[in-house]
Every structure is written in structure tokens, then in C-alpha cells.
């Protein structure tokens, strides 16, 4: 069936999966801009390609089919892991918290998510002359109105990069 050395890359690959997905929750709570995390993902991924891609046997007769599941191996380890190292590390090492109290700029709606369904409602503040959505767990709450004050945990993270946490709307 699999040898032990395909069990290990398949658990490396749906791990690398799983924490690509878990990278939207942890953008979603640090002030980073949109052109960081995908140019860190691409990076690292294009290294690994680089580092692993000759390391890894040759698994299917077919040498295309076998170059593509190589790369795409290669590029989602390598990025997927990397990259979340980065926001997990900045997000879950931050220090020196400070309580903040921004005015709300735009009310949005509800925020897919992909995992759970669209159960997040967010509002947008104006942090450092850029829009920031702050999502809110929307069985604590009934709406966004009657609400002009956000008040947040804002943290410097372990790369320098501000993350928030305990966000509360205020009257």
C-alpha cells in the first residue's frame, strides 16, 4: 500500500493544508500588510522547491504527473509551513499588551469563513491611516449598531508586527 517514508510526506502535506488555512484567522488579528504573507509563502515555497525537489524519489512511472505532484509538494510544505511559523510566532510571542479605543470607520456585515460558515460580524478602524476589519464572534452579539467605539488589546508582536486581541464593541 504506502511505504512509511509516502505516510510521512502525506501527513507533512495535509499538515501544511491545515496550517494555510489556520494562517486567515491569524492575518485576521495582526495590522500586517496584504502583500507580506503571500510574498513569505511564495518565498519559502519556491525554496523548498528548491531544497526538496531533487531529494524526493521518483514515485509514478508517468515523469510529468510525478514532476507536478513533486512541486506542488514542495511548494505547499515549504510555503505552508514557513509562513505560518512566521504569523504564529508574531501572533502567539507578542508582548507589552495595550488597551486601545479606536472609532469605528465602516460597520460591515458578516465575514465568511470558510470553516465554520459566515459567522463573523466585523467592523472597520482606521489603524495608522489604513482600514483594518476586527471580527467579532457573532453569538455575543446582535449587530453592529448602537455601537461607535471598538475597544481592543493591541500587542507587539514577535516580529514586529502589532496583533490584537480581546476586541469589544463599546457604547
Known sequence: MYTSKEIVQIIFFLGSCLLS???VSLYRHTFISPYVVPAIYILTGVAGIWIYFKRMPQQHKNKLKDTFIKLTFCFVVGGGISTWTFMGLNYYASVHPLTEIFHIAERGGYMN???????????????????????????????????????????????????????ALVE
Open 21 to 23: 488555512a489556520n494562517l
Open 113 to 167: 469563513d470558510s470553516r465554520t460558515g459566515p459567522n463573523h460580524l466585523y467592523v472597520a478602524i482606521k489603524y495608522y491611516g489604513k482600514l483594518k476589519e476586527i471580527p467579532f464572534d457573532s453569538n455575543d452579539l446582535n449587530g453592529t449598531s448602537g455601537y461607535k467605539l471598538v475597544r481592543i488589546e493591541i500587542s507587539k508582536g514577535f516580529f514586529g508586527f502589532d496583533v490584537f486581541k480581546n476586541e
